[in-house]
């Protein structure tokens, strides 16, 4: 269609958005251009490599990089690519090692991406004037990286802004998951639940502050599991952990209202606050009495007040700071995308605390369990319906005007208000048509 910013322009207006944007193809590489191109986007967490000769590989905007630690203070990240023929470097997701040797004709390069071996010997190369020395036989790194508490972020875009006043207000929800640990750390454990869609990235973005769908989507799964609680625990004692992850997906529309949602600049978002479906769990004592010890009572109670439900750091991470899980977006067309599921350890605590982590994400975000299947079946049905000649507009004018501004900087709303997804698409819109090297 050869799209220009004010045909881009158009596709999105106050209370809506043109179908376009769910489902040309056109549009989705503009978007890995001008938006996954410049954003900051989530690359990992700094303890996927925990020591010297570490490395992790993974895609940044689909493209492979390779997230390597050169030593205690320092981590790299670089296109996965070598420096002879371009093969990637390492094809491995993770492991240790004392040098990056491309499988392909033995290039070898060290943790800082210098190349320290050439098959064959680098005097071949005398006569255009380069060795081993020269940056162009190095691997090459990303232009922007920035670890903000552990989580590593990078961006394609040379003059990314920085890290803390583009996260604005969702820096205090990363703050908040990581001040849950007694020693302030985290860690990744385990592996990744990875999830493929048929469907949009966008659709799963602006699902994690959707208030409105889990009562409906989320029926048959969570109010079975508040049933069978109700039935078998008629006294709230002893109330098994998934029952008590899985009923408040069945709270009703109150309750999600209640919660409310919050929108920044940048398409940030959060919900929950002072309420979240992660409130009502209940306390261990051995870790609440390390966390004391750790920090005092006015902290503590500062920390554990703050119950955020779903952070979205748009358009690539989101997470849940209260039980420690981050999920991260990672499109590959225009109407597929896999998202990956991580479980993170707060270093200091009860192993309690991790299996709670790692039963909520079996519990709702896997594909083989009850909640995550019933989004990817939604997500599903809006790519498939969008696909009719019913309309070219996607409604989302609810609640529009009602929202408020907030002590953050940002705009707060009842929690089936469609603020937050008309907020995204304000931030999608400024990266899809500033100029060329503007973020
Ligand atoms: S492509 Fe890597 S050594 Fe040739
Ligand atoms: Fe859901």
Avoid at 42 to 69: C, D, I, K, M, N
Wanted: aromatic fraction near 10%.
């Amino acid at each position: 269609m050869g799209y220009n910013s004010e045909k881009i322009a158009a596709m999105i207006r106050d209370d809506g958005v043109h179908k376009a944007v769910y489902t040309d193809p056109e549009i989705f590489d503009l978007e890995m251009e001008k938006v996954w191109g410049r954003a900051w986007i989530f690359v990992a967490h700094e303890s996927q490599v925990p020591e010297a000769g570490s490395f992790y590989s993974t895609t940044l905007a689909r493209q492979p990089v390779l997230l390597v630690r050169e030593d205690e203070e320092t981590i790299n990240l670089f296109f996965n690519r070598c420096a002879h023929k371009g093969a990637k470097v390492i094809e491995q997701e993770s492991g240790k090692s004392k040098v990056l040797r491309c499988g392909y004709h033995g290039w070898s390069y060290d943790m800082s991406g210098r190349c320290r071996h050439v098959t064959g010997g680098d005097e071949a190369y005398r006569a255009i004037g380069v060795d081993k020395s020269s940056a162009c036989m190095s691997l090459t790194k990303v232009p922007s990286v920035a670890n903000y508490r552990g989580f590593i972020f990078a961006s394609l875009s040379p003059d990314a802004p920085d890290i803390k006043t583009w996260l604005g207000a969702t820096a205090t929800s990363i703050d908040n998951m990581v001040d849950r640990s007694p020693v302030g750390r985290l860690e990744v454990t385990g592996g990744t639940l990875r999830y493929s869609h048929d469907s949009n990235w966008k659709f799963f973005v602006e699902n994690l502050n959707d208030m409105m769908h889990a009562m409906i989507a989320h029926q048959s799964s969570a109010q079975t599991a508040r049933v069978m609680g109700k039935q078998l625990f008629p006294d709230d004692k002893n109330v098994p952990s998934e029952i008590q992850i899985l009923s408040p997906f069945a709270e009703n529309t109150d309750f999600f209202e209640e919660m409310g949602v919050h929108a920044f600049e940048n398409g940030h978002s959060y919900s929950g606050g002072k309420t979240s479906i992660h409130a009502g769990y209940s306390g261990i004592p051995e870790y609440e009495e390390s966390m004391l010890n750790a920090y005092g009572k006015e902290k503590v109670e500062e920390i554990f007040s703050l119950n955020r439900h779903n952070t979205v750091v748009y358009p690539s991470f989101t997470l849940k700071g209260a039980i420690q899980t981050i999920r991260v977006v990672k499109p590959i067309s225009v109407d597929q995308t896999v998202i990956e599921s991580w479980t993170l350890r707060l270093v200091g605590a009860p192993d309690e605390m991790l299996q709670r982590s790692i039963l909520y994400c079996n519990l709702i975000n896997s594909s083989g369990n009850l909640v995550g299947p019933d989004d990817h079946e939604a997500y599903h049905r809006l790519q498939h319906g969008l696909g009719s000649d019913a309309g070219d507009w996607v409604s989302m004018g609810r609640h529009i005007g009602a929202e408020e501004p907030n002590e953050e900087g940002g705009l707060s709303a009842t929690g089936s208000s469609d603020m937050v997804f008309r907020s995204q698409f304000k931030a999608w819109k400024a990266y899809m048509t500033a100029a060329n090297g503007a973020a």
